[in-house]
């Protein structure tokens, strides 16, 4: 039986080999006829243009996984972040919480269109960037080496524009249940392009005063948006929270969730999303996209049994929020390790953030009595700061070389590898995004309440937002059949 | 004519409208309904904030019946509805002067 089948093993292969080799003697001999038709394709322009090839490949290789991850991260905006806002809210204001994550999704690529491409990504200062490519000017399908040397400039800015949707749509979740739609649109624009812009210029512009690999001069390592995303939203949640102050009955009258259900698809949508805004900040589809893809997954299943650990010990049961609101936090607090770190760090970095961030919903939250609706400061605030000095601390030179000395040598990375400045430097990121974020954040307030005032009126908030601002409901009682 | 207003577990609600079919009953109107009498509530958890929740969900229905068939009705219900324990609910009974059926305008006992 076993010989039979050895046997016919050895004969397919026989006829493969047959076939394969009369195949490349045809090609050989097609190979020369062309050579001898066109006598200067010499050698070296063969390989030049294989070489050209090869390139073209990989960018298209590249390009295909950046275009993929960026859709990726729209999602997590809408309907990702919506729904999961959207469930958390009570009935009456559901719509108009949704509209606020997705108002973004057009205000600011128009806003992203116009400027704020330019003045986060051009060149400039070390703060913010230039003017040089407002409408887009020169941001065509050559790439820009200095960003991804790999896929089309555009490509480049479709990518970055689906951070600068999500980052302000996060600010939502403090403020929800009691904010005017066209207060709330103001403030938004506002804060993209001094907030939102100036952050991911320093971090990740050229020549930005926090810029890892572009010269900056405090270092800061920030995968994928630990302060220029997470910290700066989740802090600027926090003075929103505290400007606007808190909903009519909070905390007496319960406030519970009005459909967990919703939520749960939403952070599920979150999840999957993640990937392609951490594993996208690879820029390229190569090994260093996989290990932060891998290390998102780790941090967010870590963060779902810290939370869950912290609440079954404490209340005696794990909730579905409670699981889903850890898987966040732990996206949240690996977003700037993602491509830093190895996977028994995201682990270690996830479970850390599942635990904190629950303790600041649970905890802080009712203990200074702060209405941060949604946990927007509790989880992206929290979970960002946490992720961003963690990053310091377990960041490896073995998974991405990012520091180096004149002669090209890699250096050390994080404090475990021995680079104990490296914790210094994530703090002076840290401490610029929170002193950022509190400061404009409290000036914009300031001016769009003078302008046009911030809070709907005390009937329209018992009202619900969604028929005072926007003149319909989420959920339509319909009397006939 | 008689009207019972019975508030019921919902879980009980097949059983009884089993033991009103076995007796010939064939008309109820059935709600959902909240509230309470001495069943505390429950405490639900959200995000570590707790909230006392002391509306329970419940099942009301509604029969009006001939005064006979009312007395056999509350026996078929008390003895479906019951396990035992507080939360079992109530039965309310009251006198129903007139009943108008809206298709013929029949009224009275025949209407029902």
């Known amino acids: ?481 | 004519m008689t009207k019972i207003e019975a508030i019921i577990r919902t879980s009980k609600l097949d059983e009884v409208k089993d033991a009103l079919h076995e007796i010939g009953i064939e008309g109820m109107t059935v709600l959902e309904v909240r509230g309470h009498g001495r069943q505390k509530g429950h405490t639900e958890f959200y995000r570590g904030q707790e909230y006392t929740v002391d509306l329970i969900p419940k099942t009301k229905l509604e029969l009006v019946l001939s005064d006979a068939l009312a007395d056999k009705a509350v026996h078929a219900i008390m003895n479906a509805a019951r396990t035992g324990k507080i939360g079992d609910g109530k039965i309310f009974l009251s006198r129903v002067d007139d009943v108008i059926r809206i298709r013929n305008e029949e009224r009275g006992e025949g209407a029902l």
């Open chain 1, 1 to 481: 039986m076993a010989k039979t089948w050895v046997m016919g093993v050895t004969i397919c292969l026989a006829l493969c080999l047959t076939v394969a080799s009369h195949h490349l003697a045809a090609q050989a001999v097609s190979g020369t006829g062309s050579a001898a038709s066109q006598p200067a394709d010499s050698q070296n322009d063969r390989i030049a243009r294989l070489e050209q090839q090869v390139a073209d490949a990989k960018g298209s290789a590249d390009n295909a996984w950046m275009l993929s991850s960026a859709a990726l991260v729209l999602m997590m905006t809408g309907p990702g972040l919506a729904l999961f806002y959207g469930g958390l809210v009570r009935k009456k204001n559901v719509l108009a919480t949704m509209m606020q994550s997705f108002a973004m999704m057009a205000l600011v690529t128009v806003v992203w269109a116009v400027v704020g491409y330019s003045l986060s990504f051009g060149s400039g200062n070390s703060f913010i960037g230039g003017l040089h490519n407002v409408f887009l000017r020169g941001v065509g399908a050559s790439p820009d080496a200095d960003y991804a040397a790999t896929i089309p400039a555009q490509t480049f800015m479709i990518y970055q524009l689906m951070f600068a949707i999500i980052t302000p749509a996060l600010i939502t979740g403090a403020f929800a249940e009691r904010m005017k739609f066209s207060a709330m649109a103001v403030f938004m624009v506002l804060w993209s392009l001094l907030v939102y812009s100036p952050m991911a210029h320093m971090v990740w512009g050229k020549g930005g005063l926090l810029n890892a690999s572009l010269g900056g001069r405090y270092p800061t390592l920030d995968f994928a948006g630990g302060t220029v995303v997470h910290v700066t939203s989740g802090v600027s949640a926090l003075v929103c929270a505290l400007y606007l102050g808190k909903r009519i009955g909070y905390p007496k009258a319960p406030m519970p969730p009005h459909s967990v259900v919703l939520s749960f698809i939403g952070a599920c949508l979150l999840w999957v999303g993640w990937f392609g805004f951490n594993a996208g900040s690879a820029l390229s589809a190569g090994s260093l996209a996989t290990s932060a893809f891998v290390a998102t997954h780790f941090g967010a299943a870590a963060a779902v049994i810290g939370w869950c650990a912290a609440e079954w010990l404490r209340n005696g049961k794990p909730s579905a929020l409670g699981a889903i609101s850890g898987a966040v936090a732990g996206l949240v607090a690996i977003t700037p390790a993602a491509g830093f770190v190895g996977p028994m760090a995201a682990l270690a970095i996830g479970l850390a953030a599942g635990v904190v961030c629950y303790l600041m919903v649970a905890k802080v939250k009712s203990r200074f009595g702060y209405d941060d609706t949604l946990d927007a400061f509790g989880v992206h605030g929290a979970g960002g700061t946490i992720g961003a000095l963690l990053t310091g601390v377990f960041a490896s030179s073995a998974v991405n070389p990012i520091f180096k000395d004149a002669k090209g040598a890699v250096l050390p990375s994080g404090v475990i590898e021995g680079n104990g400045h490296q914790l210094l430097n994530q703090l002076v990121g840290v401490a610029i995004a929170w002193v950022l974020a509190i400061v404009v954040t409290l000036i914009i307030l300031k001016v769009v309440d003078v302008v046009i005032g911030l809070r709907v009126s005390e009937d329209h908030e018992i009202q619900g937002l969604d028929l005072s601002q926007h003149g319909e409901e989420g959920y339509y009682w319909e009397v006939s059949a």
